[in-house]
């Protein structure tokens, strides 16, 4: 007991603290977390304390979870000091808040309040541990009854709804909690009907996760924009709550395991510069396996352009950013249909949910993902047939944009204490870190030269099968590539870095160097910028390549059209007279082309050529520096 003590903190709480600590008459707001997961949703209402110098914020662990990495490292982030859990147990804390019903919370010294962490209370979940807490005894969850006829095996009932229950919600018959948040009153009906006793600590306090979502949304084109999503591009996001049986689960055996057919297919069939597509994984997943696990597993759908955003930050922007959504049963998924958007599920278990739940009416209804079927087709038609259900945002929150007004009263009323005179607000959600699209996967990139100096390009990455598409193709590889033999086989092979990098050299001579060391290849660009490369072509000229500040693709889209319109027969002469249409599905990218001076020993001329009347035609007639041309399919799987 002493060297656990040992652990115990003495500032600003603690047996001899009124010594040390500089505000010694503070209320105690002690925030319990159970695991990363609730630990977002304390998060969200930890700044309705801000600005009130009577208030001394704590926090601890329970330790009852399953999922226990990465706490520490949030609660050292929030800067709040920490309690060993069993020194909260004994220490009189004003309030504790709590978004999960892990731990013996009934043993907390204090008014208990309880939030949802996520969108009210749906799953089904088993009855806790009485290692943790204390469940009352006379509604202990039957795990076992007899077949209708008496006879065979017994079969197990279903768990008892998570936070709705009194296997959760009652210790020795009496509410652990004080008072247990809802944001719908048609919670209060399954709550009645569930566990009577507890229906006295019931509030109405809404969504403060779904009330910060709802008041970013002005902001979706910024959030786009972070994600790397450009004109023309449409947004997939994958989302995945935890479970063997979930869209990232694999099935345990009674269920299928979607996930290593889809991602794959997802970022082969989708055009790379026409769709952008993400994923979300639950904290559970992320912190349960491993993040280095989980970027493991995904590693070649992030080689081909796969973005896997923060759990914790950034999820609720990319929900924002979204066009379509493939999700399964999990709160993040019908968050997307609370907010419009169009939604296919890829996995479905309805046993998993109560069935009087508003989100199992959703699931039932929802459109199917068949992961059997060419998939572009079915994302195409989810997003342009939408019809939003309006059941998700009706019963998301009955009260959207009310959360921090009703909440901070619930708190400072189970307090008996005052609220600050300000306004009670939540926290804007942050801006997303930029999250570029890098692919090092080998791209399978298809061309249509076009009327004056214009090229259509369809760029696939990694695909699992050559396009069924008409185009001239060719092979546009990374220089990072996981797979170097790769390189031998490109068409064009290209990097990205600053222009100054010591460790390349100047851009000119990369390219230079990379065209001697692959015989094969025709083209080399270093993309610069964000708008801009530089590419060489095998007879040594050199161009640069400019979209403008306001540009959103991929520079190296630029390259494989100058690939293109050169294969094609035409010269450099009219790109650099007349500049460059680039066309990647719908959207237009009109690109400056300029003769770059050579540097010396690259092995270029650095003359610019004088355009030629052929330059502006359709003849596929050859000039002196079209590149050489070898048909040949990638090898996939890079």
Same mark, same amino acid.
């Given at each position: 007991m002493d060297e656990g003590r040992n652990r115990w903190i003495r500032v600003p709480v603690g047996d001899d603290a009124g010594?040390?600590?500089?505000?010694?008459?503070?209320?105690?707001?002690?925030?319990?977390?159970?695991?990363?997961?609730?630990?977002?949703?304390?998060?969200?209402?930890?700044?309705?304390?801000?600005?009130?110098?009577?208030?001394?914020?704590?926090?601890?662990?329970?330790?009852?979870?399953?999922?226990?990495?990465?706490?520490?490292?949030?609660?050292?982030?929030?800067?709040?000091?920490?309690?060993?859990w069993e020194q909260a147990l004994v220490t009189p804390v004003d309030l504790a808040i709590s978004a999960s019903f892990g731990g013996e919370l009934a043993s907390l010294q204090g008014?208990?309040?309880?939030?949802?962490?996520?969108?009210?209370?749906?799953?089904?979940?088993?009855?806790?541990?009485?290692?943790?807490?204390?469940?009352?005894?006379?509604?202990?969850?039957?795990?076992?009854?007899?077949?209708?006829?008496?006879?065979?095996?017994?079969?197990?009932?279903?768990?008892?709804?998570?936070?709705l229950a009194p296997e959760w919600l009652l210790a020795d018959g009496a509410p652990v909690a004080d008072a247990l948040v809802l944001s719908h009153?048609?919670?209060?009906?399954?709550?009645?009907?569930?566990?009577?006793?507890?229906?006295?600590?019931?509030?109405?306090?809404?969504?403060p996760c779904f009330d910060r979502i709802l008041a970013a949304r002005p902001y979706r084109d910024r959030f786009r924009r972070a994600l790397g999503v450009g004109r023309g591009q449409r947004l997939v996001l994958l989302n995945s709550t935890w479970s063997s049986e979930s869209l990232v689960g694999d099935g345990d055996g009674r269920g299928d395991d979607v996930l290593p057919s889809l991602l794959p297919r997802l970022t082969s069939e989708l055009p790379a510069d026409e769709y952008r597509v993400a994923a979300v994984l639950h904290p559970n997943i992320w912190h349960g396996h491993g993040p280095g696990q989980i970027r493991a597993w995904l590693d070649r759908a992030?080689?081909?352009?796969?973005?896997?955003?923060?759990?914790?930050?950034?999820?609720?922007?990319?929900?924002?950013?979204?066009?379509?959504?493939?999700?399964?049963?999990?709160?993040?998924?019908?968050?997307?249909?609370?907010?419009?958007?169009?939604?296919?599920?890829?996995?479905?278990?309805?046993?998993?949910?109560?069935?009087?739940?508003?989100?199992?009416?959703?699931?039932?209804?929802?459109?199917?993902?068949?992961?059997?079927?060419?998939?572009?087709?079915?994302?195409?038609?989810?997003?342009?047939?939408?019809?939003?259900?309006?059941?998700?945002? /009706? *019963?998301?929150?009955?009260?959207?944009?009310? +959360?921090? $007004?009703?909440? %901070?009263?619930?708190?400072?009323? !189970?307090? =008996?204490?005052?609220?600050?005179?300000?306004?009670?607000?939540?926290?804007?959600?942050?801006?997303?870190?930029?999250?570029?699209?890098?692919?090092?996967?080998?791209?399978?990139?298809?061309?249509?030269?076009?009327?004056?100096?214009?090229v259509a390009v369809t760029r696939y990455a990694d695909p699992a099968r050559e396009p069924a598409e008409e185009g001239e193709a060719h092979l546009a590889v990374h220089e990072d590539t996981r797979d170097p033999s790769q390189l031998g086989l490109a068409d064009l092979v290209f990097r990205d870095g600053s222009p100054?990098?010591? /460790? *390349?050299?100047?851009?000119?001579?990369?390219? +230079?160097? $990379?065209?001697? %060391?692959?015989?094969?290849?025709? !083209?080399? =660009?270093?993309?610069?910028?964000?708008?801009?490369c530089v590419v060489r072509t095998r007879d040594g000229v050199l161009l640069g390549l400019s979209a403008g500040a306001h540009a959103d693709a991929d520079p190296a889209v630029y390259a494989s059209a100058v690939h293109a319109w050169l294969a094609a027969g035409r010269t450099h002469a009219?790109?650099?007279?007349?500049?460059?249409?680039?066309r990647t599905g719908g959207t237009a990218h009109h690109v400056v082309v300029t003769a770059e001076a050579d540097e010396p020993d690259a092995g270029g001329t650095g003359q610019r050529p004088r355009p030629t009347s052929a330059d502006r035609s359709t003849s596929p007639a050859r000039g002196a520096d079209t590149p050489r041309a070898v048909p040949r399919s990638p090898r996939t799987g890079s």
């Open positions: 010594r040390w600590a500089t505000r010694v008459r503070c209320r105690r707001v002690l925030f319990v977390v159970h695991n990363v997961t609730s630990a977002t949703r304390l998060l969200d209402v930890l700044p309705l304390f801000d600005d009130d110098l009577g208030v001394q914020l704590l926090a601890t662990c329970t330790g009852s979870s399953a999922f226990r990495s990465g706490v520490a490292e949030l609660l050292a982030d929030t800067g709040v000091p920490v309690l060993p008014k208990l309040i309880v939030l949802s962490h996520g969108i009210g209370y749906n799953k089904r979940l088993a009855a806790p541990s009485t290692e943790h807490r204390a469940p009352s005894t006379e509604h202990r969850a039957p795990s076992t009854e007899p077949d209708a006829d008496g006879a065979g095996p017994a079969r197990s009932t279903p768990p008892p709804v998570f936070g009153p048609e919670q209060f009906d399954r709550l009645a009907a569930a566990c009577p006793e507890a229906l006295p600590t019931a509030v109405l306090g809404g969504d992030r080689r081909s352009g796969l973005a896997l955003i923060d759990p914790l930050e950034d999820w609720r922007q990319a929900l924002i950013a979204a066009d379509l959504v493939i999700g399964d049963h999990g709160s993040v998924t019908y968050y997307a249909a609370a907010l419009g958007s169009p939604v296919l599920l890829g996995a479905a278990p309805l046993d998993r949910l109560d069935a009087d739940a508003p989100i199992a009416d959703f699931i039932r209804t929802a459109p199917r993902l068949d992961a059997r079927t060419p998939l572009r087709g079915q994302v195409d038609s989810a997003i342009g047939n939408h019809t939003p259900q309006p059941g998700p945002l /009706r *019963f998301t929150s009955s009260v959207p944009g009310e +959360a921090a $007004v009703r909440l %901070r009263r619930a708190f400072y009323e !189970l307090m =008996a204490a005052p609220e600050p005179p300000g306004p009670a607000l939540l926290v804007p959600l942050p801006m997303p870190a930029p999250e570029p699209a890098p692919r090092t996967a080998p791209l399978w990139v298809l061309t249509h030269v076009l009327e004056e100096p214009e100054d990098d010591p /460790r *390349f050299g100047p851009p000119g001579r990369w390219a +230079a160097d $990379v065209l001697a %060391r692959h015989p094969h290849c025709a !083209l080399a =660009a270093y993309v610069t910028g964000p708008s801009s009219a790109l650099i007279t007349y500049g460059l249409t680039v």
